[in-house]
Nanobody, 112 residues
């Protein structure tokens, strides 16, 4: 199993980014998928999840600003992030929900 995240960048507050996750050999029909993040000095936290049935959930701090989506045919998971804030700065990871395999993550930095 390989999980590779991409799309992280330095962006100004109020900006947008779209993260992508290539999740090979994970059966999306059997596994819910999710995005997590870990800020420097903090524990990794769940940001958004997308269940097998298509239901999505978000942590309160990103609700209304972030959107998780999947492309089952391509085994890809996406995180559209809008109205970014400095508190969103972290390394972002995708995995199953609950988490199993971890990739290297992608760095998102929100700053002027």
């Amino acid at each position: 199993v390989h999980v590779v995240e991409s799309g992280g960048d330095l962006v100004q507050p109020g900006g947008s980014l779209r993260l992508s996750c290539a999740a090979s050999e994970i059966d999306f029909k059997m596994n819910s998928m999710a995005w997590y993040r870990q800020a420097s000095g903090k524990q990794r936290e769940l940001v958004a999840s997308d269940t097998v049935g298509g239901a999505t959930t978000y942590t309160a701090s990103v609700n209304g600003r972030f959107a998780i989506s999947k492309d089952n045919a391509k085994n890809m998971v996406y995180l559209q992030m809008n109205s970014l804030k400095p508190d969103d700065t972290a390394v972002y990871y995708c995995s199953t929900y609950p988490p199993s395999y971890w990739g290297p993550g992608t760095q998102v930095t929100v700053s002027f």
